[in-house]
C-alpha cells in the first residue's frame, strides 16, 4: 500500500514510477504528500521500537506509552490511507469526465 501511495505521489510530481525520488517544491501538494508519508512512517517505527523495547523488558517503557503510540500508529495510517482512498477517487472521477 505505501509503494502505490509512492506511486501516487510520483505521478502528482509529473515523474515516471521507477527511479529516485528527487527532491519536490517545498510548497507543492506531492512535496507535503511525502513528508506526511515520512511522518506517518515514523510514527509506526517508532511505536514499534517502543514496543519491541517493552517486551524485551526495557524499565523506562510503560505498557501504557506503548499502547498509546501504536494507537496513534495505527490512526495515523488509517488516515493516510483515507487520503489515497479519496485521490484515487478524485482520478477516477477526472479520468471519466467527457472533454
Do not use: C
Amino acid at each position: 500500500m505505501l509503494a502505490q501511495m509512492r506511486a501516487v505521489t510520483r505521478a502528482a510530481q509529473g515523474l515516471p514510477a521507477q527511479g529516485a525520488e528527487p527532491a519536490a517544491a517545498s510548497g507543492s501538494f506531492a512535496a507535503e504528500l511525502a513528508r506526511t508519508m515520512d511522518r506517518v512512517s515514523n510514527t509506526q517505527n517508532a511505536a514499534n521500537a517502543q514496543a519491541r523495547a517493552f517486551e524485551l523488558g526495557a524499565p523506562d517503557v510503560s505498557l501504557n506509552n506503548v499502547m498509546i503510540d501504536l494507537q496513534k500508529a495505527g490512526l495515523a495510517f488509517q488516515a493516510t490511507v483515507q487520503v489515497r482512498n479519496k485521490l484515487i477517487d478524485a482520478y477516477k472521477e477526472i479520468a471519466n469526465m467527457a472533454v
